[in-house]
């Protein structure tokens, strides 16, 4: 064994001038909407989704509503509500009488 070593240089070019970028792919072309396109649909009538306060529980819950305004779902749940009020010994005032039937 010998004790020389060899090492084989070569010239290494700055990364600032040797990069070479690719173009970047063209966006695609989607169209802009106006106001007047954004208005012409029909714009509901009620906010959705709408955070109410129940005064029995003093919760607040998450109501989301269709285009005539009736509450389709919520967060809680109208059953977790009930459940809620039931533990507490209370029934739910503003409860249709079928959804208080179900219990």
């Known amino acids: 064994m010998s004790g020389e070593i060899s090492v ?3 010239a290494v070019s700055s990364p600032a001038t040797d990069r070479s970028v690719a173009n970047p792919p063209a966006a695609a072309s989607v169209p802009a909407i106006t106001s007047s396109a954004a208005t ?51 029934q739910n005032p503003t409860a249709p009488p079928a959804a208080a039937a179900r219990g």
Do not use: C, H, M, W
């Open 40 to 90: 012409a649909g029909s714009s509901p009538a009620f906010p959705n989704p709408e955070i109410a306060i129940d005064p029995a529980l003093g919760i607040a819950v998450l109501e989301f509503r269709d285009t005539a305004g009736t509450v389709v779902n919520s967060i809680p749940s109208q059953r977790q509500i009930d459940a809620y009020l039931q533990a507490q010994g209370t």
């Open 8 to 10: 084989n240089t070569t």
